[in-house]
């Protein structure tokens, strides 16, 4: 009997594809195997619209050790024998309906893929996206997700160092949760996630498995949801206690010569992870679902292979080997069960006990159908970028009005009522902690250390899919220019709407060409990530939000920069520009143009060439030890990057370079390819000697000191003032 388009629409399978998976089999499917194509051609496992785009992306390096979608997260060497696993993944919708366990089970499965590579997690970041504050839901998810990430995190003892939160009026119905994990991996130790020859057993270790999560991939992360209740058991529920232990079984158990591969038990669950393992090796395979611990009564198959509950994982392990395994397991108190057995062949077979209930291809089911894009700018995006900034009025508010008001607002003001609910100091290997422009860590055991961003701004992309994906990595590795890192690889989290409307496949395939082109300037590969569609509401999709986690070196990490000014008499100079000048056009997009004018047009753009020899030249002049400070210049511009610099800082400054046409482009414009730097006056003519070798425009605009800031007679603030507004203006606008 042919299948409904009711059971279709479930597991987000479309007619066609349905079709075409019986042309494959030769027949129709039985309801488990329905089941397990709905698991393994959904979006959120089978990439079936983003597929082709990402392999456009650049994964060459020579520090590169595991390519991009070959395993659970890439690998990166940074020699002294260390290498680091690193990759970025959304949350977005079990985040949207449950959003303490939905940002919980976020940080919970990205923790499970780095140390699925063998490394040993040493550090989180999260980008978070919610609606205004000014509504009781928006500040209801802001809460719950925070505290989910807080409440995970924490009782996994890994430090939480950097991210980011941004409010907007299109994340409202869909906010965004993405989820970044580092881990160090030592001694070449690298796991892969497939077997090593036919007769290799099966376990699955950790949790029991009960009926949480069942649709989570296909029911939640492929399609568009209107009505929320009917998606609350798709949502897991983690145990962060349950996970610290697993992940130093894990670890302890790959130290074993039978343990052979290791492979997070994720979406889709045991369909995923068993049937993509037996992928990877090139095999086929016996499982037997009787096999599977419980911990509920009356499960039956479909439901044990599309479970996803959490803290599970699976290990591939040499016949003989599974009495060494189950003891450790049974040390640290967590199952240990064989389940099934590769094999030589293409097939997977699914046993219920003796019961033999699916017989399928590995290939079949790992196989979905790609979708090629038509692609055209929509005329709306045109009539948005043909904007005459110029007409824009000045605002009716003072130069320093303007700033208290960005200073203080949700998207700019300073995040310690976020990260201090955080334990960034755990593990005691934290440099430079959040709340700058990026994190850094050191390496035990070595002088060199690591730094990390996070970085993504959805309104520029909005406005410029192509130069908002590419400000996105711009920004990522300013921020750790600002450090004195530089830049070794990326990670990409591609949160959209629905790929199958014509707008959406623009943002989607303009922003990753934008990132292409960005990284291949800085010479990086994106070596992970995830791509979430379907992020929409009420029929509105989420602005395009491509989110770029990056990963830097310091050579010694005990040479860096922090964002903060330092001493009195420390010149202020600006990476990037001659003069204090900026076009209107700077303010398309910016943040000023948004909460004072309450509008989003205008076209940002990236001078890639500029941004790469201004990054150049502040991480050469940190590592020479030329410069104090550095504080990228992104959202609400100069003015905003000044001003935070000397709250950070705890001191004034008198800006007093001649300021000439619009002071509110000047100031708040959000012009890329500038970072604000401090240097002792003996120090002035290394600066300039390293920017002219770059190529680089460089401006002197003042000196640090006084209890005061102003800026080239527009600006007049106390530092008091100014101190006040940025700590408490985020508490003030979500409620505490």
């Not at 869909?174 to 130790?189: K, S, T, Y």
């Not at 962060?240 to 492979?263: H, T």
Request: include cysteine.
């Amino acid at each position: 009997m042919p299948v409904t388009q009711e059971t279709l629409d479930e597991i987000a399978l479309s007619r066609a594809e349905y079709e075409a998976i019986v042309d494959r089999l030769g027949r129709e499917p039985n309801g488990l195997e329905l089941g397990l194509f709905g698991a393994l051609w959904s979006e959120h496992c089978g990439y079936k619209h983003s597929k082709p785009l990402l392999r456009t992306l650049p994964s060459n390096s020579p520090n590169l050790l595991v390519a991009p979608g070959s395993e659970n997260a890439g690998v990166i060497d940074i020699g002294d024998g260390l290498a680091i696993a690193f990759k970025i993944e959304s949350h977005n919708h079990p985040s949207a309906i449950e959003p303490h366990e939905g940002a919980a089970t976020g940080v919970g499965g990205i923790v499970r893929d780095i140390f699925a590579m063998g490394a040993r997690p040493i550090a989180l970041l999260n980008s978070l996206r919610f609606g205004p504050p000014n509504t009781q839901r928006n500040r209801y998810l802001f809460h719950g997700v925070v505290g989910g990430i807080s409440a995970y995190g924490n009782c996994i003892g890994i430090p939480n160092v950097g991210g980011e939160v941004v409010f907007d009026e299109s994340y409202s119905e869909n906010p965004l949760v993405n989820a970044l994990c580092v881990g160090l991996i030592e001694d070449g130790r690298i796991m892969s996630a497939s077997p090593r020859n036919p007769g290799d057993i099966l376990m699955l270790v950790g949790a029991d498995t009960g009926r949480d999560g069942i649709h989570g991939a296909s029911g939640l992360a492929s399609r568009t949801f209107e009505d929320q209740a009917e998606l609350r058991s798709a949502v897991q529920v983690g145990n962060p206690f349950l996970e610290k232990v697993l992940i130093e079984a894990c670890l302890e158990a790959i130290e074993l010569d039978s343990v052979v591969g290791l492979q997070d038990c994720g979406a889709a669950g045991l369909t995923s992870a068993a049937i993509e393992c037996a992928q990877r090796g090139e095999m086929g395979l016996h499982l037997d679902v009787a096999k599977v611990p419980r911990r509920e009564e009356g499960m039956n198959a479909y439901e044990v292979m599309l479970s996803e509950s959490q803290e599970r994982m699976l290990l591939m392990v040499a016949p003989g080997g599974e009495a060494q395994v189950t003891e450790i397991f049974d040390k640290w108190d967590l199952w240990a069960a064989p389940v099934g057995e590769f094999v030589t062949g293409d097939t997977v077979d699914i046993y219920d006990g003796d019961e033999l209930i699916s017989s399928t291809s590995v290939r079949t089911l790992t196989d979905p159908p790609e979708y090629s894009f038509t692609v055209y700018k929509p005329t709306w995006l045109t009539d948005l970028n043909r904007t005459d900034l110029s007409l824009l009025p000045l605002p009716d508010k003072s130069p320093s009005e303007v700033l208290l008001q960005l200073l203080g607002s949700a998207n700019i003001a300073s995040r310690r009522p976020v990260f201090q609910q955080y334990d960034h100091q755990v593990q005691t290997n934290t440099v430079v902690s959040p709340g700058g422009d990026a994190a850094v860590m050191r390496l035990r055991g070595t002088k060199s250390g690591i730094a990390l961003s996070t970085d993504g701004n959805g309104r520029l992309t909005y406005l410029a899919p192509f130069a908002g994906a590419a400000i996105a990595v711009a920004e990522a590795c300013r921020n750790m220019a600002a450090v004195g890192a530089r830049p070794l690889a990326a990670t990409d989290c591609l949160n959209f709407g629905n790929p199958d409307k014509p707008d959406i496949q623009y943002q989607l395939t303009e922003a990753v060409n934008g990132i292409k082109a960005a990284c291949d300037a800085f010479g990086i590969p994106v070596v992970s990530g995830n791509v979430s569609l379907y992020n929409e509401g009420a029929g509105s999709a989420i602005y395009p939000t491509p989110v770029i986690g990056t990963l830097g070196k310091l050579a010694d990490a005990a040479i860096h920069a922090t964002a903060g000014f330092k001493n009195d008499g420390d010149l202020i100079y600006v990476l990037g520009i001659d003069g204090l000048n900026a076009a209107v056009s700077s303010l398309g997009g910016s943040e000023y143009l948004t909460q004072i004018h309450g509008k989003v047009e205008g076209e940002p753009t990236i001078d890639l060439k500029l941004e790469v020899g201004v990054q150049n030249a502040c991480i050469e002049a940190v590592e020479a030890g030329i410069i104090r400070s550095a504080h990228d210049c992104s959202d609400g511009g100069l003015a905003i990057a000044i001003a935070e610099s000397c709250v950070i800082g705890g001191v004034g400054a008198v800006v007093d370079a001649e300021l000439s046409g619009r002071w509110d482009a000047t100031l708040f414009g959000e012009q890329q390819s500038r970072i604000v730097v401090t240097v002792a006056s003996e120090q002035e003519d290394a600066l300039r000697e390293i920017a002219l070798a770059q190529g680089i425009p460089l401006l002197k605009i003042g000196t640090v000191g006084g209890t005061r800031l102003t800026i080239s007679g527009q600006v007049d603030v106390a530092l008091d003032g100014l101190t006040e507004t940025w700590d408490s203006g985020l508490s003030i606008a979500t409620g505490g």
